[in-house]
């Protein structure tokens, strides 16, 4: 139709190059230990918050949102006929909406964040059908929180902050929104916070929140925690069959990923030098504590940085992620872990924990991996605790003051490397060895036989 519209969804993008465009590196945190203590703290918690190293995961669902969004802007400005055929009579579409499900603090929104990172900005676009030239928007995002029901959301989009001036049915507000779509150019429909929405009478509203929004047009994302997507399976089935379609389930990562590994060695960057330990033996250990959610992650580095700086240290260790493990503050969230260790093992869940159920079925591959790990970490505390009990109270004694000479210990000396050996010419080598010699005593004379 014009250049505009043929460059801006026209970019493909490979794996690699949305890896580069989404990756958040922040620069490191200044140096802590000339700050008070709980300041220092949340300097550390909002450095280490604005990470972003985007798993195999979230690069193949960003790449498959991006492309359909792409596909949908295609078709609707195929030519300037469709693309006045859709505003002043919009097909009335059905989408079945993408279900993007996990554990809180797995990583939804940062990853829903980059796929908005990746959609083209607003454009100013000029058509024979306008005097003036109109914009075109990418996508519509929208917070289900506090929203009491699905016009409540359309009037958001059609009226933004102006009230309505009367009264409007959900008939017209859903054809008003067709009609603002497709004249905007909007490519993705993007629903966040869908657990915190007003749900009444069980999930009632939220179904008709989703349901009302799959009948605008464009693809549709909505981010529900384990618990919002038990409540719509209790639904009934036409509305189970429009909504668990497509679900794409986002998983913690493996614990021996390179992910993983890639992840806790930008934390350590980020903290610049305030976390100092073997980087296999931190991964491990912040994988037990926390079960790879990245937000419990930094919630418990911030509290072990507080616990090294109660201790009088400045660089936080194993020990001091244990000590936060087991504090006040961090309590709730390992119980919460506990239990996801439970479930992994034994996989019979209480009605109590089934906000940290998948409501999905998963393949048995997707986790093996977390399986093994809880297996070879609750075998590794057994060991712990039997060598524990078996220590008379001196021996215990012993070995906590040999921990804490450990964690006082200065560091070890970096040992100095040899300078290279000099290469010599014929002619030098000849010299240096004749001054050698001259260096050497003459031997004494032997007695004549």
Known sequence: MSKVIDGWFSESLGVEEIRSRITVRPEPVPDLSVRDTMIASEQLETGLAQIFIPNEFSLAFIEEMVGRASMHSQRLFTNEASYVSGIFNPPEIEVAPICLSGLAGVGKSQTIAAVLKLLPPPTEFSCSLYEHPVTLVSHWFASARGKASGKALLEDFVFGDAKPSGRTTIAQLLQESRRRANRDGVSLAVLEEMQHTSTGSGAANVTDILLTMTGVGPPMIYVCNYSLGHKLFGRNSEDKQRLLANPRVMLPDDPGSSDWLNYVAECVRVSNGAIKADLSELAAELYRCTYGLKRLVVQLLKRAYVECRDAGRQCVTLLDITAAYRSTAYTANARDVETLQHLAL?????????????????????????????????????????????????????????????????????????????????EEQGKAFLDYMDTLAAPKPKRPI
Do not use: Y
């Open 346 to 426: 034994s996989g019979r869940p209480k009605k109590a924990d089934m906000h940290l159920v998948c409501p999905f079925d998963l393949p048995a591959a997707m986790k093996s991996n977390v399986v093994k790990f809880a297996r070879d970490e609750r075998h590794q505390r057994v060991i712990a605790k039997v060598f524990g009990s078996a220590l008379t109270e001196n021996e215990r004694a012993a070995k906590k003051h040999l921990e804490t000479l450990v964690l006082q210990s200065p560091p070890a000396p970096k040992t100095r490397r040899r300078a290279p050996v000099t290469k010599l010419t014929e």
